[in-house]
């Protein structure tokens, strides 16, 4: 996640209402003009290439062309060469006498916000010096980001000095946001938290203001946006999630999209019924997005889906958006971050959504066969190959030492690991415990007044811990360190990381009742921890003969489980119309089960139907493998209540129903609906 600065239609608010328009010299041209205005903008965009297939001197030809393919495509390029064009003959025709207009002011305006779009910045404030040379009142506020994206932070602090106290509300609510922005890539906490909430409060006044016309309404969904991000940053995170909603109360045209902040606060916070709820608004609200802003954040989208998926199960389909999000990054001209960062980000997501797919092919290799086993074993060497450029990606980001620090300090801007803390674990593996360690130092010495992140970064500490071997390290920095992360709803899945790195640490130091808790946590707060790491949780299996004998062989030979008795039990039953397995702890409490159920001597219509459209190699198996099948499904992926999911697929289409939260995800996902049509 990242701070994202005020819509160009917010800043710009303070121009006319109606954008000054050129003036038509012929038939086709007013209409074009009159569609523009209308904001019907595929037809202004066909007008437009009509009047300019007649006369490729058409100011207004090129004027509208180039609105329509910035506002309505998001086709920057071609936009910026039409509106370019548009200038040019304007400047050479109409301005002779050098003498602007209305229209020329609003047309050096939309210039100046397409090339602080496509990263131009440079050529940004060239435009926006050269229209303060000729119009007044001179844009102040919006100097502040190209600045900044160029590492002028003085200049743009200085810019934003002065908006601050503009009487244009509009220069204000600008200044404010660049202000915020200026301390979040200083990666503070506290000054960044005060900024952010400025900005807001400021915010909040201009919306409670009276305002006849609904097109200059102010917005407030980046500003509470960016206040959720510095809330987070403070681990003041009931107040992230408050600050996140209030941003959801009405829909605005910006890549501030809160639900998608929220799909990742309620992930680091294990709430995953919550998170499915913000993930199912998150692609409405980005459906809605015209498609220049859409086209900013779509390889954040992506990534998202991919998180979210991931903890449901479906991982296969993780990978493949993530994938999306790595090929087709996003434009970073309305974002702190860069796109080292994102790609970097992107890439350890991916790595780890790889390694978990490895896991599940092992698993479903298990009760496949012996054969199934054995090939997937011959095939995994080549497979693994693909992991090695996503390793040097992340690499090649991280030899900037202030990035690798702030991706180890959480919930911080400028690193790779931002709002999702429990992925800076997968460091260690990259780097190496000894690096990682000495940035690790350096982030305590950062953050020594923020008391806060103290249990997260002994967490990573016990990691490394692990990592070199010393297990008894370990388990005792974890020990002291899970009730502290406990106290924050934020570390939920760093526990549970913690909980599954120091069970298997325990466990391999003959302290069997340390790794029974430990176990016991993650299995508690995130299970798919355990596959996501390649951990086998210590089980004794029993079964009641026949068919459960047979589920109970195939589940021995499972990589998430191993045979030690002393931990848990895996047991395995006869159930009224099937087969039934359940997983519990040492003293007999009941973790989790899962159940097949026998086909049916005489199905229904119904049955009939599903079974049709059922995956041709599932009917072939038999229940002792669907069972093992399913115990997996149900055992290694996040808790979600299927009552609570969103029925409404991606797409708007109603789906059918699922006994299983990860299936009904899995339904949602059909149609690619995350990816709006062109």
Known sequence: MLLLALSATETHAQMASTSPLPEAHSPG??????????????????????????????????YVLGRALFDAEGSLARAMFHLGRARELYETTEMRSGVGSAFHQELL????????DMELYQYQLDILGFYDSMYDPDLVAERCWPLMKLGRQDEARRFADVAVHSPNAWQRAAGYNALCALEGEAR???????????????????????????????????????AALAAASALQFEEAEQEALEGTHRFEPTGADPWQLLVELYISEGRMNDALDAFGNMVRWNVRMPAAMRDQGRAEIEASVAMMLLHAGATSTALERIDRALARPDRRGLTTDGAEQARGRHAL???????????????????????AQAWNAVSWAPRSLGAWPDD???????????????????YVAGGLAELSPWLAGELVDVLGPAIVSVALRRAREVDQADQGTSPFYDALEAEIAAARGDDPTCVSI?????????????????????????????????????????????????????????YSL?????????????????????????SQSGFFELAVAQAPNGLRACLRTA???????????RPSEHPTDQERATEAAQDPALRELTLAQLLAREVHRQLWSARIDASRIDMGSLDGRPTGTSSLASEHLREMMEGDGTTPPP
């Open 29 to 62: 041209e007013e209409q074009a003009l009159e569609l523009l205005g209308q904001g019907l903008m595929v037809s202004a965009r066909s007008s437009a290439e009509s009047v300019l297939a007649v006369n490729p001197s058409s100011i207004v030809g090129h």
């Open 538 to 562: 210590p089980v004794s299996i029993t079964s009641t003969g026949g068919e459960s004998d047979e589920a109970a062989d195939l589940l021995a030979r499972s990589p998430r489980f191993h």
């Open 478 to 534: 974890a020990t002291r360190t899970l009730p502290r992360l406990e106290e924050q709803h934020g570390w939920a899945l760093v526990r549970a990381r913690l909980g599954a790195i120091a069970g298997h640490a325990a466990e391999h130091a003959g302290m069997p009742e340390s790794a029974r808790d430990f176990y016991a946590t993650a299995m508690e707060v995130d299970p798919g921890v355990m596959r996501r790491l390649g």
């Open 349 to 371: 997501m991916r790595r780890m959504i790889r390694r978990t797919l490895e896991q599940e092919r092992a698993e479903q290799a298990s009760w496949n066969g012996r054969s």
């Open 188 to 226: 503070t906490r506290q000054p960044y938290h005060a900024a952010c909430l400025q900005a807001l409060e400021d915010a909040r006044q201009r919306t409670a203001q009276p305002h006849t016309d609904e097109h200059e309404q102010p917005g407030l969904a980046v500003d509470a946006y960016n």
């Open 392 to 410: 040097e990606r992340i690499i090649a980001v991280l030899t900037d030492d202030e990035r690798l620090v702030a991706s180890i300090r959480p």
């Open 587 to 597: 003293d007999g409490n009941e973790l989790r089960c899962a159940e097949v159920q």
């Open 109 to 116: 305006y939309q210039i100046a916000r397409l090339a602080g």
